[in-house]
């Protein structure tokens, strides 16, 4: 295969490989970016222990649990109030770890 090589073809080929690569370090950024949050999750409890739930890395609901008792303890107002307030919590202390990751893997990518 004939290759015609106009002025300064080797410094454009050598861009393109220099891109070529650069997209590729970045593409295996990005799959560890993912692989890192659809393993994140977190874990919170309400200060009485009666709420206890988990969310993932995109502040989902993934499970609850209430202890026994706490329907009656609670009316729906106060038992409303502490889910939202414990899971409140444990979204802000899944986007700091979201930060985490994002800084940790970031930190990587520019030492490499």
Do not use: F
């Amino acid at each position: 295969m004939a290759v015609y090589e106009y002025p300064d073809y080797q410094a454009h080929a050598a861009m393109v490989a220099g891109m070529k690569e650069r997209i590729q370090r970045m593409n295996k950024v990005l799959v560890r970016l993912e692989q890192e949050w659809d393993n994140a999750g977190m874990d919170a409890r309400s200060s009485n222990h009666d709420v206890a739930l988990s969310v993932d890395c995109k502040g989902r609901l993934m499970s609850l649990s209430l202890a026994e008792g706490c329907t009656t303890r609670y009316d729906h107002i106060g038992l409303e109030e502490l889910i939202n307030a414990t899971l409140k919590k444990a979204v802000t202390d899944m986007n700091e770890e979201t930060l985490h990751i994002e800084r940790e893997i970031g930190e990587e990518a520019r030492g490499s």
